[in-house]
């Protein structure tokens, strides 16, 4: 019997490609030095870079802002441009993305149809006033008993401890809780090593790497039908 529903944040409750590939159209409109790559080729090397500063990030030992910075200075030397306009490229990133972030659709949904019948706990690879803030932001907080962050425990997925925290805080074992989250590594590989089942949350139709594994969903509507998978026997 499922007893406790642990939630990836981004791009799983809150859309962060929506708002991260905005930001970046933004920047490339505003910056005639990064037109010659097209947006795509600026997004694949920008989340490169990301992906590289982030785990720093996620344990705290870099500020969200320093790494903002020091993002898109990689990203203007990429470009062979001035990296000098660093600043001004990641604070106009910055404004852009918070002016589109959004909730994945039917997440909210989601979440207060699984509210008490469950136990849920939202379990992020980042800080704890970053994530904090988005789920007040968008109406999230109050189905959520419990935010887990790598930065808090100093761990961040698919390290196993992040998962032992988050069971703890819900008081649940392995076996009566199921993750849900975009990324087939960190939540998907993550919960399986920790002994948690795992629902891949797979929106852009990528390749299954193992249906064995976990199943998928593509999306969180009609939220009845996801309520009942993440509930059922079946996970």
Same mark, same amino acid.
């Given at each position: 019997?499922?007893?406790?529903? /642990? ?26 030095? /990064? ?6 080729? /600026? ?38 441009? !001035? ?58 907080? &109050?189905?959520?008993?419990? /935010? ?9 997925? &698919? ?11 819900? !008081? ?9 989250? !975009? ?26 790497? !193992? ?25």
């Amino acid at each position: 019997m499922i007893r406790a529903v /642990l939630f990836d944040l981004d791009d799983t409750l809150i859309d962060h490609q929506h708002a991260s590939r905005a930001a970046m159209v933004g920047v490339r409109e505003r910056f005639p030095e /990064l037109q010659h790559l097209t947006l795509d080729e /600026l997004g694949a090397e920008h989340q490169r870079i990301l992906d590289l500063l982030h785990h720093d990030v996620a344990l705290g030992q870099r500020t969200v802002a320093d790494a903002r910075i020091e993002r898109y200075r990689l990203l203007f030397v990429y470009a062979g441009a !001035d990296p000098d306009r660093a600043s001004a490229a990641a604070e106009l990133h910055r404004r852009v993305y918070q002016a589109s972030r959004c909730r994945v659709a039917g997440a909210l949904e989601l979440l207060q149809a699984l509210r008490g019948r469950v136990r849920i706990a939202v379990v992020t690879n980042n800080t704890l006033a970053e994530q904090t803030e988005k789920l007040a932001t968008f109406g999230l907080a &109050p189905a959520v008993d419990a /935010l887990v962050t790598s930065e808090e425990i100093g761990a961040a997925k &698919p390290d196993g401890r992040i998962f032992a925290a988050a069971l703890q805080r819900v !008081d649940c074992t392995p076996g009566d809780a199921v993750m849900v989250g !975009d990324s087939w590594t960190h939540d998907v590989l993550g919960a399986a090593g920790a002994g948690i089942a795992a629902i891949w949350f797979n929106r852009n139709g990528a390749a299954h790497p !193992d249906p064995g594994v976990a199943p998928q969903i593509a999306t969180f509507l009609p939220t009845a039908d996801v309520a009942s998978l993440i509930e059922g026997p079946a996970v």
